[in-house]
Every structure is written in structure tokens, then in C-alpha cells.
Nanobody, 124 residues
Framework: QVQLVESGGGLVQAGGSLRLSCATS????????MGWFRQPPGKEREFVAG????????YYLDSVKGRFTISRDNAKNTVYLQINSLKPEDTATYYC?????????????????WGQGTQVTVSS
């Protein structure tokens, strides 16, 4: 069974930065897209960022392009999300995801495995 464990969330002031990490166990991530979703308070989950199996392709929610950077280390079975220039509207629970099938993207909310989430709170 695939397990995803996020870390790195916290309370940060607007303009600050955070680096989220997601450690995966139960299978190698090498052949799978990895990514992140988030769920702001009172809102639905939304796709934030994804990365292909070898890191050669990354894709983002338009509103976070230029501020969020996704990366991965297959040797460590870990994916990261660097978040810069944080805004109060980035406040959300951030979830790590992995595709259920090899080489499939992680945009589809119904086609991924989920972590338990890590809270990011941005104060103004």
C-alpha cells in the first residue's frame, strides 16, 4: 500500500517561504507522476503542481506559476514543493499525491493516492 507523508507546513508571514516535503513508502516513485493539491478553508481541493517521473516535465496551477516550484528525488522517494512569496490566499491544507498508474498525470483528483496533508497558514 502506498503511503505519503507530508511535512514542512506551518505558520508564516506573507512574503515568506516554505518548503514542503513528501516521503513515499510502499512503492518506488520512479515511474509515477507526483504532485500537490491544496484545500483552502471552506473551499474544494484544487490541483497545485505536478512533476513527471524523471522531473523532465512540471505543470502548475496558473495562479502559482513563478512562486511555486516542484521537484523530486527518486533516490529518496521524496517530492518537494518550494513556496516563495507566500500570500494569505495560499493558506490551505496541502496534500501530496501520486498517480495510481505509471506515467499518468496527477491533475485528476480521482486518479491519485493521497497523503494526510500538512497545514500552511499565511498571516498578513
Amino acid at each position: 500500500q502506498v503511503q505519503l507523508v507530508e511535512s514542512g507546513g506551518g505558520l508564516v508571514q506573507a512574503g515568506g517561504s516554505l518548503r514542503l516535503s513528501c516521503a513515499t513508502s510502499g512503492r518506488s516513485i520512479s515511474n509515477y507522476h507526483m504532485g500537490w493539491f491544496r484545500q483552502p478553508p471552506g473551499k474544494e481541493r484544487e490541483f497545485v503542481a505536478g512533476i513527471s517521473w524523471n522531473g523532465g516535465m512540471t505543470y502548475y496551477l496558473d495562479s502559482v506559476k513563478g512562486r511555486f516550484t516542484i521537484s523530486r528525488d527518486n533516490a529518496k522517494n521524496t517530492v518537494y514543493l518550494q513556496i516563495n512569496s507566500l500570500k494569505p490566499e495560499d493558506t490551505a491544507t496541502y496534500y501530496c499525491v501520486t498517480s495510481r498508474t505509471p506515467q499518468a498525470t496527477v491533475r485528476n483528483i480521482d486518479s491519485v493516492w493521497w497523503g494526510q496533508g500538512t497545514q500552511v497558514t499565511v498571516s498578513s
